[in-house]
């Protein structure tokens, strides 16, 4: 009997246990729903996104389909043209994730259909993380002390190649990925394979890995283990780098910390879908925020990396090259717009939902609320980064900073747009008019 496996964020082989779920009945007739909203990407995301999945189609030869429209729409009809009473999905947590899998539930039931959810995207699914009366952790320590004692299982076992019924698509693929950036940095389809991202991952595990800890916040040091891209497109699960790091040292307890916010943040998103647009604590009065012609031109100046602070500018610069930013540099540029430009953390967090490749939806909008100090163990809003200071600290030879912005030091650099000392001492009285307010309603 052939059942349907829908692509979501799991664009894999390796350990994904939908998949193996529904190999368990049969061949399977596997289709990404290629909806509307993928179009609301950049052109980069989207020719990545093009390619991942080319790479999938390829490792399964040439069966998986990718449909366009609405993924209710699109289950439903492979289904149909599969005689598949049962679909076999990962279960997602985000608002827009859970709208999506429940339209395509209710279009399946209504045609006698099921649709089946097993595993989800993390090592342990939003909202099973609880204290001992059952509630949530609103703070990231004791939640991640709880998220370890919890634990995880083993990776699921590699699936079969060749257990799938071939689906038609009518997206092409390399017309999809000709339509990235002119600029665009991509690399060679080939680059964009599982094995590849695996072979990656077991390479960094066995090297770098070892200076995570000291190094990882360091721009002009690639350190890090480049491996938000391939969560945020499904191509290796974190129980996958759980298993690599766990007889690993120290350096790989703090890699695992960060998986740990990963986790955090979704179920923060989960439990409280509001986050993603409202602050979870409020900070300042609303008419603390800048607006007008003089606010839209300041948000320029950061978008387009022309603020005159270095490492502001350079991150800024690298984010619109590559789709990619370091995550210190991008603490640094988010506390930039909001406390010294008095821009909302929305209005950055919507750019980045626009430019980062490795866009995830609970990391982005939770991140930027760390920032602002309104979400969840956010850093306090008093917490203001100070972009010298920060580049003194983290890009002590400048060179990150003069690979991404060439006149850095000549006189085509702009001068500084702000104080920050002045603009500073703006955000803390804004801070403590906000205090004042609350306590007095």
Same mark, same amino acid.
């Given at each position: ?17 939908? *998949? ?23 052109? &980069? ?5 093009? &390619?991942?999945? $080319? ?66 995207? =993390? ?10 009366? !059952?509630?949530? =952790? ?12 919890? !634990? ?11 257990? /799938? ?35 990656? $991952? ?8 070892? #200076? =995570?800890?000291?190094? #990882?916040?360091? %721009? ?10 391939? *969560? ?9 780098? *759980? ?26 998103? /989960?439990?409280?879908? #509001?986050? +993603?647009?409202?602050?979870?604590? %409020?900070?300042? %009065?609303?008419?603390? $925020?800048?607006? !007008? ?15 005159? /602070? %270095? ?6 610069? +690298? ?27 929305? &209005?950055?967090?919507? =750019? ?10 609970? +990391? ?10 309104? !979400? ?66």
């Amino acid at each position: 009997m052939t059942s349907v496996w829908w692509i979501r964020r799991d664009a894999r082989l390796a350990d994904n246990p939908a *998949l193996l779920a529904a190999q368990e009945e049969g061949p399977a007739a596997a289709v990404f729903a290629w909806s509307r909203g993928v179009h609301l990407w950049s052109g &980069r995301r989207r020719a990545h996104l093009a &390619r991942v999945l $080319w790479s999938l189609r390829e490792d399964t030869g040439g069966a998986i389909g990718i449909r366009r429209g609405d993924p209710a729409d699109v289950i439903l009809a492979v289904a149909r043209e599969h005689d598949a009473r049962v679909v076999l999905a990962a279960r997602e947590s985000s608002p827009a994730g859970i709208r999506a899998q429940d339209a395509v539930a209710a279009a399946l039931e209504a045609d006698g259909r099921e649709l089946r959810l097993v595993g989800t995207p =993390y090592a342990v699914a939003p909202g099973r993380v609880v204290k001992s009366d !059952g509630t949530e =952790y609103k703070v990231f320590t004791p939640f991640s002390h709880a998220w370890r004692e919890h !634990g995880w299982r083993g990776p699921a076992d590699r699936a079969d190649a060749d257990g /799938f019924a071939r689906v038609d698509s009518d997206v092409d693929l390399d017309q999809e990925a000709a339509h990235g950036d002119a600029d665009d940095l991509l690399v060679e389809r080939h680059e964009f394979r599982e094995e590849r991202v695996l072979a990656a $991952w077991a390479d960094y595990v066995d090297g770098d890995l070892a #200076r =995570y800890a000291t190094e #990882r916040d360091r %721009p002009d040091l690639d350190s890090t283990s480049h491996l938000s891209v391939p *969560l945020a497109y499904g191509q290796i699960h974190p129980r996958t780098v *759980l298993a690599a790091t766990a007889v690993r040292g120290e350096a790989a307890r703090k890699l695992e910390s960060e998986l740990a916010w990963r986790e955090f943040h979704a179920d923060v998103l /989960f439990r409280h879908p #509001r986050a +993603q647009h409202e602050p979870l604590t %409020p900070a300042l %009065p609303e008419d603390a $925020w800048a607006t !007008g012609a003089e606010a839209d031109e300041a948000f320029m100046a950061w978008r387009d990396g022309r603020t005159g /602070f %270095p490492l502001v500018d350079a991150g800024m610069r +690298q984010l619109a090259a590559t789709g990619a930013m370091h995550n210190r540099v991008r603490m640094v540029v988010a506390s930039f717009l909001v406390k010294d430009l008095h821009l909302p953390w929305q &209005r950055g967090a919507s =750019y980045f939902r626009r430019a980062l490749l490795d866009y995830d939806h609970a +990391q982005n909008q939770l991140n930027w609320q760390w920032v602002a100090g309104t !979400g969840r163990d956010a850093a306090p809003f008093f917490r203001i980064f100070n972009p010298a200071s920060q580049a003194d600290r983290y890009d002590p030879d400048r060179r990150y900073v003069q690979r991404w912005v060439a006149e850095v030091d000549t006189p085509a650099y702009p001068a500084p747009m702000v104080d920050h000392a002045a603009e500073r001492a703006v955000a803390l009285a804004d801070l403590k008019r906000g205090k004042a307010a609350r306590a007095s309603s």
